[in-house]
């Protein structure tokens, strides 16, 4: 599909990363149609603003969808009273449906006519798209037709867009990444040596690979802008959700404390548990991702979280 058919990008969700698309979409310099509640959001000129699921889907060919994963299951049910095979949804969500462990791609298949659906994945944060700064960010979707479309809505000369097939892949490297950025935080604010904290890392990104390859994805996915590239970025970025509410844990936070003092939804923690006992189901080791579930949880504390990782061979 051409730049010239994609006609105006539709962006569903009006949070923050919603209205970073919008204004990636609109720096690109393609017509945007919002669709938000949030009526007092400010907005790139020329972006029209809409609460109209209708009016969405007949102004929109390509629909990114960015709500929270709790509410995607509703929101892709009302969508697919509006919208036909033709279209093309492609979701930035991170994060798993609390549903179990369901992809959030199967959700939008499963609510919606729509067979042609994606995913965003990868290092660029919503204030990086918002402030026109420098970045790249993945797209996965299994037809080559979507992942074009992205790259023509989405890049500019600030926003480099890379393709990738491995949908399943790259939605459970986004997802654990998250959960890895939960633990970089901790170990942050725990004082550990950078040498320690990069050995926990690249260990529990082994973890998450051999998790993610017996969900269906790729292991090398987790190699790549999806997992370890955003994980790299974060480990320059202070303020991402996850590894604020990371460093308050590790400050001694209760996890309600932390989740409001945070003050934006976070994935990872509901996330834990359900991926802990996928991996023990499967008989796959995760000595990391185990302790960081048993400090949520609030079975150990620092020290002997870290004493036990200590003592962890392989």
């Known amino acids: 599909m051409s730049a010239s058919e994609l006609s105006t990008v539709g962006v569903l969700g009006g949070g923050r990363w919603g209205l970073a698309l919008v204004t ?3 720096r690109a310099g393609r017509a945007v149609c919002f669709c938000t509640r949030r009526a007092e959001q400010a907005v790139p000129e020329g972006v029209s603003v809409t609460t109209d699921y209708r009016v969405l889907s007949r102004s929109c060919t390509l629909i990114l969808v960015a709500t ?10 009302q969508l697919g009273d509006e919208v036909d095979g033709s279209h093309f949804l492609v979701h930035g969500i991170r994060g798993l ?18 067979r042609r659906v994606g995913a965003l994945a990868g ?3 919503a204030e990086d798209l918002v402030a026109g700064r ?19 809505a989405l890049g500019s000369p600030t926003l480099r867009v890379y393709p990738t097939s491995d949908l399943l892949g790259a ?7 998250g959960v890895l950025l939960l633990a970089l935080g901790y170990a942050r604010a725990s004082g550990l040596p950078p040498a320690l904290v990069a050995g926990l890392l690249t260990r529990a990104t082994h973890e998450c ?3 993610g390859a017996a969900a269906g994805g790729e292991e090398k996915t987790f190699l790549d802008l999806p997992g370890i590239g955003d994980l790299l970025a974060a480990m320059g970025q202070t303020e991402r959700p996850e590894v604020r509410l990371g460093e308050l844990l590790g400050q001694g936070a209760s996890l309600e404390d932390a989740r409001e003092r945070v003050g934006q939804r976070v994935e990872a923690p509901m996330l834990v548990p359900r991926v802990v006992a996928f991996a023990r189901e499967r008989r796959l080791r995760a000595p990391i991702i185990e302790t960081l579930g048993a400090v ?9 979280a870290f004493k036990n990782l200590m003592e962890f061979k392989g």
Do not use: F, H, K, N
């Open 171 to 177: 939605e459970w490297a986004s997802a654990l990444t």
């Open 68 to 77: 929270p994963s709790d509410v995607v299951r509703d929101v892709a049910r």
């Open 209 to 211: 690979s051999r998790i």
């Open 24 to 26: 990636a979409a609109s």
């Open 123 to 125: 290092p660029a944060v």
């Open 296 to 304: 949520l949880a609030g079975r150990l504390g620092r020290d002997e």
């Open 134 to 152: 420098p970045g790249v960010i993945a797209v996965a979707s299994r037809y080559p037709e979507v992942t074009q479309a992205v790259s023509e």
């Open 97 to 114: 449906s609390g549903e179990g462990l369901v992809p959030v791609s199967a959700i939008l298949r499963e609510e919606t006519p729509c």
